[in-house]
């Protein structure tokens, strides 16, 4: 009989092994950075939590297995189960990954938020996505970004002219308007560009993220606010086939923890700010705030730039127009809600 229980547990714990899901995910960013880089990892201890590790997402840096702007191709084709990225890297092939990234001027954290989960913006965006074969799910949205790290002062509109900055997506096709020469850099690339002046600027996130990364050693002025990110959005990207295969369960998890994900990943970045901040004016640099002028010039350019891409693209055009309506539906409640502030 001892020898029957004893087989009878032993094909229980074979079974649940046979069970066991296994996954294997490639974040575009470092796991060491700030914030981004622990995201992924963070939500794929709540996955192996909240499924007694019966599912388990094994994660990975950048370049582990692909570089970083081929994670997108890898879990499309099925060579990645899972990437972790920032939606922007996908613009050229996606339009409207654009919007959804970085809309400049755009939207705050907060109404974002509502937008993707509320306002339609992930029926638009897997619209995008379906046809390459990628499962979408919205799994961190940061505070609004920093104006960008500069060696070189900004008084006018005019001194964006000639200006070599690392920065992607709209922001970067508005500065290109305003005669600025930019370029797309990998994260891990910035350093070395702002040290040897092969870049004069460059954007990355908060200070938070931006001050683990060194920035403040090579740049001369930081620069507020971050007109052309106000809000975005990091993503789990998971293989279509993948997806298709899991449990109705298993996908609610997933989901469940994004958004468990997002209210972790928000309370962290505000919490960190203040100190980072310190941290770089210790460092000698030059906090700013880019002139009223200077911004009103590029709310006129990023306005032009959103027309133009609306009318190539016809998913661009209705997240675009989503997104504005969805504003100004929600707007009122912000507007009814504002405290003057404290008198000194």
């Not at 006018?156 to 922001?171: K, Q």
Request: proline share 6%.
């Amino acid at each position: 009989m001892k020898h029957l229980v004893g087989l009878a547990a032993a094909l229980a714990l074979a079974a649940g092994a046979a069970a066991a899901e296994n996954y294997t995910l490639q974040s575009v960013m470092s796991l060491t950075a700030p914030s981004t880089g622990p995201a992924p990892v963070h939500w794929a201890e709540l996955v192996s939590l909240m499924t007694n590790g019966e599912l388990t997402v094994e994660v990975h840096g950048a370049g582990d297995f692909v570089p970083p702007f081929e994670v997108f191709g890898a879990v499309s084709s099925g060579a990645l189960d899972m990437g972790y990225d920032w939606a922007g890297y996908w613009a050229q092939q996606i339009p409207v990954a654009a919007i959804v990234a970085a809309m400049p001027f755009g939207p705050s954290p907060d109404v974002t938020l509502a937008w993707m989960f509320h306002g339609g913006g992930k029926e638009i965006i897997q619209k995008a996505y379906d046809p390459f074969n990628v499962h979408y799910l919205p799994c961190h949205v940061p505070i609004s970004e920093a104006g960008g790290w500069f060696n070189k002062e900004i008084n006018t509109v005019e001194d964006f002219r000639g200006l070599n900055m690392r920065i992607a997506g709209l922001g970067a096709l508005t500065l290109a308007k305003l005669g600025a020469n930019t370029q797309s850099v990998p994260p891990g690339e910035i350093y070395l560009g702002l040290e040897t002046g092969r870049i004069d600027a460059a954007e990355l996130g908060t200070p938070q993220l931006d001050v683990g990364m060194g920035f403040q050693r090579v740049a001369k002025y930081y620069y507020f606010p971050g007109w052309h990110q106000v809000a975005t959005w990091n993503s789990i990207i998971v293989n279509g086939d993948v997806w298709a295969k899991l449990s109705e369960h298993n996908r609610r998890i997933l989901e469940e923890a994004c958004m468990a994900n997002i209210a972790w990943n928000l309370a962290d970045m505000f919490n960190a700010q203040a100190a980072a901040i310190a941290q770089i004016r210790e460092a000698g640099v030059e906090i700013r705030r880019f002139p009223d002028e200077v911004l009103q010039a590029l709310r006129t350019a990023a306005d032009e730039v959103l027309e133009e891409q609306a009318a190539k693209d016809p998913l661009f055009a209705e997240a675009l127009a989503s997104l504005r309506t969805y504003s100004a539906s929600v707007g009122e409640w912000t507007e009814l809600q504002m405290i003057p502030p404290r008198q000194k």
